[in-house]
């Protein structure tokens, strides 16, 4: 099986501080971050689906190009890292179209992926789909079906699947989970960081051998363990946050070892979509 991995484009701030106002106060690290992600997938010949903030597009149009040229798919991560569930439908469409506009300047292409930030597409903000949909999107990547005090649609299909939506259809790709009772996150983020690699890849092995393409999801800043630490963080959070970012680079590179990987767009385009590469 293939499996997908992508990355979150953002900056080590970026989740953490909600003013984006106040973002060239921190310091910008994510040219360094995401180019140590570009050099590993670069050893291991993996390509990725990046999905990018647009802030990050509009002031480093050349990563976003280096991205590009290198063979990666380049995807929305909207633009300013906020929940989509605390915005209205027209300041979700604005942010969509800006962050669009901003990687389309850079790359020449619309995004067809969108992944929201924080995950938050949940049952009460449904209509996100709609507009992705009318904006012309082939697919999202927005549930994770697991349980979570910030995000989460547990009862969500597990695999990749079709969401009518804004008079036509898009393509979920949930990322990937293992049921054991109930659904066990295994996709990234903190849980990838705290379990022992032997687990992940028993986890992955599992859903390779069933042939599921497991889709996977890495942030540039959980592999630099050398950014600073924001001050005034809740103890429980910021021990979640800073967990194992020493260990992050060498468990992602045995996973691309371990198992293919590719970006979302070639991974499903025959798969779901029935298109080739000619």
């Known amino acids: 099986m293939k499996h997908v991995i992508s990355i979150d484009v953002e900056d080590w701030h970026q989740c953490m501080v909600p003013d984006y106002r106040t973002w060239p106060d921190y310091e910008d690290r994510i040219v360094y971050s995401t180019q140590k992600v570009l050099r590993l997938l670069q050893e291991t010949n993996t390509k990725a689906t990046f999905f990018v903030l647009g802030y990050v597009a509009e002031h480093h149009p050349e990563l976003v190009a280096q991205i590009k040229e290198e063979g990666h798919e380049v995807a929305s991560h909207g633009q300013h890292h906020e929940f989509v569930y605390n915005m209205t439908p027209d300041d979700f469409r604005a942010d969509l179209e800006r962050s669009t506009d901003a ?21 009460k903000n449904w209509w996100a789909f709609d507009i992705l949909s009318e ?25 990749p699947h079709q969401i009518e939506a804004g008079g036509g259809h898009l393509t979920e790709l949930p990322v990937a989970t293992l049921p054991l009772g109930v659904n066990l996150p295994v996709g990234g983020g903190v849980y990838f960081r705290a379990m022992p690699y032997a687990a992940i890849k ?48 060498a468990k992602w590179r045995s996973l691309l070892t371990d198992f293919s990987f590719g970006p979302a767009g070639d991974v499903f385009r025959e798969q779901i979509w029935g298109e080739t590469n000619g």
């Open 103 to 123: 990687l389309e300047a850079v790359t020449g292409e619309k995004p067809r992926g969108y992944r929201a930030p924080f995950f938050s597409i949940v049952k």
């Open 135 to 159: 904006m012309g999107f082939d697919y999202d990547s927005s549930i994770y079906p697991v349980f979570n005090h910030r995000y989460g649609v547990p009862d969500a299909p597990r695999e």
């Open 202 to 249: 028993h986890a992955i092995g599992r859903l390779d051998r069933s042939g599921y393409s497991a889709v996977l999801y890495v942030h540039p800043w959980e592999m630099d363990p050398e950014q600073p630490v924001l001050q005034g963080l809740p103890r429980l959070f910021k021990a979640r946050r800073y967990l194992n970012l020493d260990k992050t680079e």
